[in-house]
């Protein structure tokens, strides 16, 4: 695992932007590991302002992103599609149709999940997922459990999860219960694994990865097991 502490978000922000930015170009064909979250959004605005600038290019650029809720229509502004389009997609050279969300309103979440997961394989490969880590240390919607599902499914959403998520909605019964989400050994086929820890309540978490532990208890602890693993936090995040 390598570490990289910064000072502050807006820090944590910028060495993420170039992180990313330099797998972009040095692979214009990349394919990039998109997530959702409020720890992202800083990444997303500098990703955009480098395009704007001309100091990278999406227009060959593949992207998958983790999860979106179950059921819920990509026009909802709670998606994860609409949150993907307003906070990075509208505003970079991408072609729309190189992005993909699991299908929040399919008819057969089951089915979509199969689908989703076969796109993963038939795909090269992600050359790097970008992560954020939920209080409880889930990642994506895999949630602490005794087992975990590897790959792609339809997964319930903890109370602790729909209660930190309830501040995106209008009240907490809007939360949807279910949600579609990569599996833990989907999202450690892609090549670098870039997973962002902000603010004191991911404290515990980070704490977990920092150990030298490995349990389904905490989903983000098998990311330890990856060969290429970045964790960028900042201060408040970090263990006293």
Avoid: W
């Amino acid at each position: 695992m390598r570490l990289i502490v910064c000072e502050h978000y807006d820090e944590l922000s910028d060495r993420a932007a170039e992180i990313i930015a330099e797998v972009v170009k040095n692979k214009p064909d990349a394919i990039l590991g998109l997530a959702t979250g409020s720890t992202p959004i800083g990444a997303y605005q500098r990703l955009c302002e480098m395009n704007r600038k001309g100091e990278i290019d999406f227009s060959r650029i593949t992207t998958f992103n983790l999860d979106e809720y179950y059921p819920i229509s990509p026009e909802n502004d709670q998606s994860y599609r609409y949150f993907m389009n307003v906070n990075l997609f509208d505003h970079i050279n991408i072609d729309k149709s190189a992005t993909h969300v699991p299908k929040g309103d399919a008819a057969d979440p089951e089915a979509e999940c199969r689908r989703y997961e076969a796109m993963l394989d038939r795909s090269a490969g992600i050359d790097i997922q970008l992560l954020g880590i939920g209080q409880n240390g889930h990642i994506g919607f895999n949630e602490p459990d005794r087992d975990l599902v590897t790959v792609t499914h339809v997964t319930s959403l903890t109370d602790s999860t729909i209660d930190a998520n309830s501040r995106f909605f209008a009240k907490r019964e809007d939360v949807p219960t279910k949600a579609l989400t990569m599996g833990m050994a989907s999202i450690a086929k892609a090549k670098t694994v870039l997973l962002l820890a902000s603010g004191k309540s991911k404290r515990e978490a980070v704490s977990r990865l920092l150990d030298e532990t490995v349990t389904t208890d905490c989903p983000a602890t098998l990311l330890k097991l990856h060969p290429d693993l970045i964790l960028i936090c900042d201060k408040d995040a970090m263990p006293e």
